[in-house]
Each structure stands twice: as C-alpha cells, then as structure tokens.
C-alpha cells in the first residue's frame, strides 16, 4: 500500500493507492510537519504499519523528513506532479500538452520528450475568488459562491460585447468586453449577482492563460485538474475563453486530486 499527499494552501490531498484501489481524501491544510502527517492518517483511519511508501507533493513537503514512523518519503517536485496527474487522469502517456493546475491559484505546464516544463503561473485562482466573496457578500464557502452564482445574473454587473459594440473580431455577443463595470454607476446588487459575476471573471482569466499557453505550444486543447475547475460557473467561463482561440478543454473526474495522484505515479513507476 502506498499513499500520496498534496499539500495545497487550502486543502491537503490524500489517495491511497492498495493493489488496483484508490481512495481520495481532503481536508483543510495546515503547517507541514510530522504532527500534521499523524493527524492526516488518524483522519483516514489508516493503519501506518501497512504503508510501503509515502510521497509527498505541493507546499513546503521538500522540508519533511525522509521518513516517517520508518516508511520513506518520497518528495515530488510540483510541476512533475501535475504533468503525472494529467498523463494518470487523461491517458495522454508521452504526446506534448498542456495541463492547467486550477487550485487557489493556477499553474501551467507543458510536456515535451518527456520532460516537464513550468510554462507559468497566475496569482488568480479559488483562493481569489473565496477572498474577494468573503469582503464583497459575507462567504468564503465554495459550496454557497456557487450556489449564489449559479442562480445569479453576471451581466448585471458585466459589460458583454453585444452592449458596447455590432461587432469585433471573432468576439461574439455574449463575451464579456469588461468585468464588474457597471458597478461604477450602480453601488447596489444582489449576492447572486456578484458571486456569478466573481466567479465567472475567475475563469475567463482561467481560460484565457490557458488558450494563450496551449497556442504558444502549438496545441489546440488543455487538460484541467485542481478543485476550482469543479465550479459549474467557474468552467463556463473558462470555457467561453477557449472558445475563443477554438482550443479544447478536457475535464476529468477525479481532477481536483490530479496533483496527488501524479506524487502517487511517480513512486510507482520508480
């Protein structure tokens, strides 16, 4: 049996991988040290003695020890974990691609010759979204944002290309021309509005690194994980970006613990 966690800013990530079985676990991440660690496993009632391998990913994990309660660790490199988590999740094995980390913020990499590389990064993620809810409408709880959003009408507050102008470009009507800006002129919107809003401009800007990094790679589609591309409101959005540059998006089951389970392949097949 072996077992891997990602240690995001959020949320901490476990899967435990015995013979063919996974189970995935989450919850709330704390500061990374052996203390952490046995509270992690008496949260998922796994008794240590039947654990071959631990690897570790995400965070400050590089500063545990190299091992724990005798079982080794094994430290995997971020950007290794996700490329091992998209190959895991979308058997894409050694063709090039792009893979979007969408956590509380949002990580790009791209695979070639089987390497991974760190195409970049945006501060602009889950973490954004929950903050600017928590000062604008009292909520930082992802399950009630999205439940406000998915009820709320954005261009309420959104300025869309069929407001301003006939026509530009390949922009069609519906594709926001500029976020938040009618807030300029009316102070007053309902909570629905402005969690669909926030959360939409959350992934237009998704979408928008993500087509940008798949057309500098010469790709014409991504691959999704991380718990924020969960988000009905927050994929649409991302979405409606893609469309835009005609790149494919690809979503996953399973993808908000793509991260883990890539720290998971890693150990196995070395």
């Excluded at 409408?137 to 309420?156: H, V």
């Excluded at 718990?227 to 649409?236: Q, V, Y």
């Amino acid at each position: 049996m072996i077992v891997g966690i990602d240690f995001g800013i959020t949320n901490t990530d476990v899967a435990i991988s015995n013979k063919s079985n996974l189970e995935f676990f989450s919850m709330p991440s704390k500061k990374i040290n052996n203390d952490f660690l046995l509270e992690i496993f008496d949260f998922i009632k796994l008794n240590i003695d039947l654990v071959e391998k631990i690897a570790v990913t995400g965070g400050k994990s590089s500063n545990l020890n190299n091992s724990f309660n005798n079982i080794p660790i094994i430290k995997v490199n971020e950007v290794d974990a996700i490329g091992y988590g998209a190959i895991e999740l979308y058997g894409i094995n050694n063709k090039p691609f792009v893979a979007i980390s969408a956590g509380t913020g949002t990580a790009c990499i791209y695979h070639a010759d089987k390497k991974f590389n760190h195409l970049g990064g945006i501060s602009i993620g889950g973490g954004t979204l929950q903050g600017l809810s928590n000062y604008i409408i009292g909520t930082n709880k992802p399950s009630q944002i999205e439940e406000l959003a998915s009820s709320g009408k954005r261009e309420s507050l959104d300025l869309l290309i069929g407001d301003a102008v006939n026509e530009i470009g390949s922009l069609y009507p519906e594709i926001t021309a500029s976020n938040f800006v009618k807030g300029k002129i009316i102070k007053k919107h309902s909570s629905e509005d402005i969690a669909a809003s926030l959360s939409n401009m959350i992934g237009e800007v998704i979408g928008t690194i993500s087509y940008l990094n798949a057309m500098i790679c010469g790709l014409d589609e991504v691959y999704f994980l991380g718990r924020t591309s969960l988000n009905k409101t927050i994929k649409i959005g991302i979405l409606d970006r893609l469309k835009l540059a005609n790149v494919k998006g690809n979503f996953a089951d399973n993808r908000e613990y793509g991260n883990v389970l890539g720290a998971l392949k890693v150990i196995k097949e070395n």
